[in-house]
């Protein structure tokens, strides 16, 4: 069995990349992203993309395409901030992703989110500061990443405080940063965490 704090992918050096990378790369490293907390950067000292984008220009148009669903999960979505950002705590818990709590700690706490909160999230607990809202999307993630489905009265409650669009964007949150812990465990090197 191999070092799991090794990256297995070397970073692809943006001078080196083909067009098709480089449209990803942009994407990444100039889109919103880019523009989030300057304590955590997505490009290391040489550019290269950080964390999962780096394994996202293996294959362009998938990488694209996963690229584009989180920046749609991130940033056209009816979650508010405060909602959104604990549903992906939630999921960096449930993989023990240290990067993806890491970065997602840091735009929480642009939303209001604290430490208390974030110590609530890491044990599986709703923070004490959670709204209503927070509470059932937090209960929702928590239902699908534990069994991979909602009941009837967990639906429900999603539908009343999120409506059926923001519960159909929750599950593609859950599904798009679960990816994201995984190719960070396969390409990144990253074990699971569960500080």
Do not use: C, K
């Amino acid at each position: 069995m191999s070092d799991p704090a090794i990256p297995r992918l070397p970073p692809f050096a943006p001078a080196e990349l083909d067009a098709d990378q480089r449209a990803v790369y942009d994407a990444i490293a100039g889109g919103r992203r880019a523009a989030g907390p300057q304590a955590f950067p997505l490009t290391g000292p040489d550019g290269e993309l950080r964390g999962p984008f780096n394994a996202m220009l293996l294959s362009p148009p998938v990488g694209g395409a996963l690229q584009a669903v989180g920046a749609a999960v991130r940033y056209r979505s009816v979650l508010d901030d405060r909602g959104r950002e604990l549903a992906i705590l939630a999921v960096a818990a449930h993989w023990g992703s240290a990067f993806e709590r890491a970065a997602h700690e840091a735009v929480g706490r642009t939303a209001g989110l604290t430490d208390e909160d974030f110590a609530a999230v890491r044990t599986g607990t709703v923070p004490p500061s959670a709204s209503t809202a927070e509470a059932v999307i937090l209960r929702v993630v928590g239902a699908l990443l534990a069994a991979g489905e909602v009941d009837d009265t967990a639906y429900a409650d999603a539908v009343g405080v999120v409506g059926e669009r923001g519960l159909f964007e929750l599950t593609t949150l859950v599904g798009y940063y679960s990816t994201l812990a995984l190719q960070l465990r396969v390409f990144a090197g990253e074990a699971g965490d569960s500080r």
